[in-house]
């Protein structure tokens, strides 16, 4: 059964960086990040191919968000810079076994429990 571990979350002030990572347990073909602030939906943040590619962010995380992967720990980041209040949520680590598939919740079958991220004006 896979199994999504997550660590890093924090609180930080604005401005301020943090670096989450997620390994999993068993093989996948890419995975991803989501976040969800209270009262919000789920939304993605950023997805990787464990080949490295098919690399997608959202718009809020263009130029500020990085996501990589370590193909040979089974494991992806995802460095946060230029944190801001808006960026508070619990975030998700997800996993599925098509290449491209991170992208959507709808075609995740594993999830995370979430790390929680708070950012502080």
């Known amino acids: 059964q896979m199994k999504l571990v997550e660590s890093g979350g924090d609180s930080v002030q604005a401005g301020g960086s943090l670096r989450l990572s997620c390994s999993a347990s068993?093989?996948?073909?890419?995975m991803g990040w989501f976040r969800q602030a209270p009262g919000k939906e789920r939304e993605g943040v950023a997805s990787?191919?464990?080949?490295?590619?098919?690399?997608k962010y959202a718009d809020f995380a263009k130029g500020r968000f990085t996501i990589s992967q370590d193909n040979a720990k089974r494991s992806v980041y995802l460095q946060m810079n230029s944190l801001n209040p808006e960026d508070t949520a619990t975030y998700y680590c997800?996993?599925?076994?098509?290449?491209?598939?991170?992208?959507?919740?709808?075609?995740?079958?594993?999830w995370g429990q979430g790390t929680q991220v708070t950012v502080s004006s």
């Open positions: 997800a996993a599925a076994r098509k290449y491209g598939a991170c992208a959507s919740s709808d075609h995740v079958p594993y």
């Open positions: 068993q093989y996948s073909y890419c």
């Open positions: 990787i191919d464990v080949n490295g590619g098919n690399i």
